[in-house]
């Protein structure tokens, strides 16, 4: 291509019919050049495009870097000594043969240019492309949910590509068969297709079932006209049903370090108008392109990248199921250690989960702000389903306590006023054989009546202190005046079996019985309360993942309280995490209004709010996350659900 004014058209002319130009252009400005050129390029500069110039050496610079700029004269090379791009001056017209030589060097320069300009935007596009497979590998590296990352492989490939359309299959193990599942479809002009999943046979019939079997790539400039001898065929059914033209396909293996196929990329109609719909057979001839060697190297260095990526998604996926089978199994240890609270974890789990998601929407500073991510939802989730691990360590005989006295003590206890009544009941008997013996019938109606009476008042007396150590022995608060009586039984004794003095009561009974509220005496409750140390060193023994580092920490403060009145650690304020403070108030909840537990009443939701309440303007509790619970009216869904269902 050769660029001139049309006032040199007639001096050249001849010597431009001499070179090998298949392009002449005459031009009044240098503005009328501005694409790049296809082909060697050259410019004679001349007096009057010098003229038409605005800012001379400007426009030069402007002009395309593969354009060799000739100075007809020496006039016009003096003008613009000082530009760069000027590289030869013409030689005086009729001066043919030297003319020609410099046209000719011109042109040689130009193509010169030419080659390095096209490789300098070529190594400029293999430099962008590599960046944006950089970018687009760590971009689905960090991508944890499968569906997204599926989404994104393909989009990706579709914008590499400029494919209007394209699909995505894994590889799946069903029932010992390999097959492949479509999971996935995009397609511009077909933009609301509905998704429908459906397995393939991984065999050489179909497009994607031969790449899968074969890890060979197809590169296809029409899928309407495959070969005949080819062992594949493209199913022109979709295209029919819903006036698409498939032409171009790109079908790809996407396969992971062990060279096995996880899926297949399979992109349609490569484009050259992205916004082109290829909805009709002339649309498909005038906007479609075939797909390159280059199309099919990006693509296969996507491919390579997605299948690490799926591969990765997948164990992380199966590293999910891990934990949470383990998590599930770890709260049906909890529950058959504790019966009496079965369903405790669960329940606060839930709880826990719709307050922390309920914050954003609350209107309630400082938490309006706050949204939790999927994965800070799992790690707190698993927080509040294994917050209360830790009473696999506890004794059986404390955790289920649900009286005062142990088991064991009850049927002492009890059995020890059975048998003080017996012994009442022998001494009555004994004393009217003895009379009998001692003194025959006379008097003896009316000593009985005597001894009748006595014993009787024995036996009412008996009862009712009976009836004191059973009301005692309910996990209640114990009145002053109980705590009196309770003393008095102990220092009364009667006689055992071997004439020995027996106290109605023991020390360690006694000590029991006494306990102010509860059912647990000091030592018991240090011990329930081990727990959550328990829970603690048993979650920092477990490997989490980075997402679920918190988890330990989350339900080891799950009975701190913010003003430090709480236990193991008495810690306050900021050292109590949001998630930890969401958790106690749901824990505490719950604790009130379960009614599985047979040592106490559950009591009305509204009783057990108010509760919350008082503590939160104790200082004990976060009074914002109180009134969220109260406003969001959340635990009404955990009070109404059947948790038996679980």
């Known amino acids: 291509m050769i660029y001139y004014s049309t006032g040199l058209e007639d001096s050249i002319e001849h010597a431009l019919e001499s070179v090998a130009v298949e392009r002449r252009a005459t031009i009044a400005s240098l503005a009328e050049i501005s694409d790049p050129p296809d082909a060697p390029a050259v410019l004679l500069l001349d007096q009057t495009l010098v003229a038409a110039a605005g800012n001379l050496l400007d426009e030069l610079d402007a002009l395309?870097?593969?354009?060799v700029v000739v100075a007809v004269d020496e006039q016009v090379e003096a003008r613009v000594r000082r530009a760069d791009r000027v590289l030869l001056t013409l030689p005086p017209v009729g001066e043919t043969r030297q003319i020609l030589r410099t046209l000719h060097v011109a042109f040689r320069h130009a193509a010169a240019r030419l080659a390095a300009a096209r490789a300098e935007a070529e190594l400029a596009r293999t430099r962008a492309e590599l960046r944006e497979l950089n970018r687009i590998g760590?971009?689905?590296?960090?991508?944890?949910?499968?569906?997204?990352?599926?989404?994104?492989?393909?989009?990706?490939?579709?914008?590499?590509?400029?494919?209007?359309?394209?699909?995505?299959?894994?590889?799946?193990?069903?029932?010992?068969?390999?097959?492949?599942?479509?999971?996935?479809?995009?397609?511009?002009?077909?933009?609301?297709?509905?998704?429908?999943?459906?397995?393939?046979?991984?065999?050489?019939?179909?497009?994607?079932?031969?790449?899968?079997?074969?890890?060979?790539?197809?590169?296809?400039e029409d899928a309407y006209?495959?070969?005949?001898?080819?062992?594949?065929?493209?199913?022109?059914?979709?295209?029919?049903?819903?006036?698409?033209?498939?032409?171009?396909?790109?079908?790809?293996?996407?396969?992971?370090h062990r060279d096995d196929v996880v899926g297949v990329l399979q992109l349609l109609n490569r484009k050259s108008d992205l916004e082109a719909k290829i909805t009709s057979e002339s649309a498909a001839e005038l906007h479609v392109l075939p797909y390159g060697e280059h199309e099919l190297q990006v693509v296969r260095s996507l491919a390579g990248q997605a299948a690490v990526s799926i591969e990765n998604s997948q164990l992380y996926h199966e590293i999910e199921m891990i934990f949470e089978s383990f998590v599930k199994a770890s709260v049906i240890a909890i529950d058959q250690r504790d019966p009496t609270t079965a369903g405790h974890s669960v329940r606060v789990a839930t709880l826990t989960c719709d307050l922390a998601e309920a914050l954003?929407?609350?209107?309630?500073?400082?938490?309006?702000?706050?949204?939790?991510?999927?994965?800070?939802?799992?790690?707190?989730?698993?927080?509040?389903?294994?917050?209360?691990?830790?009473?696999?360590?506890?004794?059986?005989?404390?955790?289920?306590?649900?009286?005062?006295?142990?088991?064991t003590l009850i049927e002492r206890v009890e059995a020890r006023f059975d048998l003080i009544r017996r012994t009442f009941e022998a001494?009555?008997?004994r004393r009217r054989a003895e009379y009998l013996e001692q003194r025959g019938r006379r008097g003896f109606d009316a000593l009985r009546e005597k001894l009748e009476a006595e014993f009787q008042a024995q036996l009412q007396e008996l009862d009712r202190l009976r009836a004191a150590v059973r009301a005692a022995n309910e996990p209640s608060v114990l009145?002053?005046?109980?705590?009196?009586?309770?003393?008095?039984?102990?220092?009364?004794?009667?006689?055992?079996?071997?004439?020995?003095?027996?106290?109605?009561?023991?020390?360690?009974?006694?000590?029991?019985?006494?306990?102010?509220?509860?059912?647990?005496?000091?030592?018991?409750?240090?011990?329930?309360?081990?727990?959550?140390?328990?829970?603690y060193r048993f979650?920092?023994?477990?490997?989490?993942?980075?997402?679920?580092?918190?988890?330990?920490?989350?339900?080891?403060?799950?009975?701190?309280?913010?003003?430090?009145?709480?236990?193991?650690r008495g810690v306050t304020g900021e050292a109590i995490p949001v998630q930890t403070r969401i958790m106690t108030i749901s824990d505490i909840f719950d604790a009130l209004t379960a009614s599985d537990r047979p040592y106490k009443k559950a009591l009305p939701s509204e009783r057990a709010l108010d509760i919350l309440n008082s503590e939160a303007k104790a200082g004990m509790l976060d009074p914002v996350l109180v009134h969220i619970l109260l406003d969001s009216g959340l635990y009404r869904k955990v009070l109404e659900r059947d948790w038996r269902e679980l």
Do not use: C
């Open 539 to 568: 979650l920092v023994q477990i490997p989490w993942t980075e997402d679920l580092r918190n988890v330990a920490q989350i339900a080891y403060g799950h009975h701190e309280k913010l003003d430090g009145r709480g236990y193991p």
């Open 427 to 429: 001494q009555y008997y």
């Open 360 to 407: 954003p929407k609350s209107g309630h500073e400082p938490y309006s702000g706050i949204v939790f991510s999927r994965e800070q939802m799992r790690e707190l989730r698993y927080a509040a389903l294994l917050h209360d691990f830790g009473k696999v360590g506890v004794r059986e005989e404390v955790l289920v306590k649900a009286k005062k006295l142990p088991p």
């Open 225 to 256: 006209r495959i070969p005949s001898n080819a062992p594949y065929s493209f199913n022109r059914s979709f295209d029919e049903r819903l006036g698409y033209r498939t032409m171009s396909m790109l079908v790809v293996p996407m396969m992971d």
């Open 138 to 220: 760590m971009a689905l590296m960090t991508e944890r949910d499968p569906d997204r990352l599926l989404v994104h492989i393909l989009e990706q490939a579709r914008r590499l590509t400029q494919s209007d359309a394209g699909s995505l299959y894994l590889v799946e193990q069903a029932e010992g068969n390999r097959r492949l599942r479509f999971k996935l479809s995009q397609n511009d002009s077909l933009p609301d297709l509905p998704l429908v999943e459906f397995t393939l046979a991984i065999d050489r019939t179909s497009l994607a079932g031969y790449v899968a079997a074969t890890g060979e790539a197809l590169v296809l």
């Open 64 to 67: 395309p870097d593969a354009l």
């Open 479 to 535: 009145p002053e005046k109980s705590a009196e009586i309770l003393d008095d039984i102990a220092r009364r004794t009667f006689v055992g079996p071997h004439g020995e003095l027996v106290p109605f009561l023991s020390d360690a009974e006694l000590h029991f019985l006494t306990i102010p509220k509860g059912s647990l005496d000091e030592r018991e409750r240090k011990e329930i309360e081990s727990h959550v140390e328990q829970t």
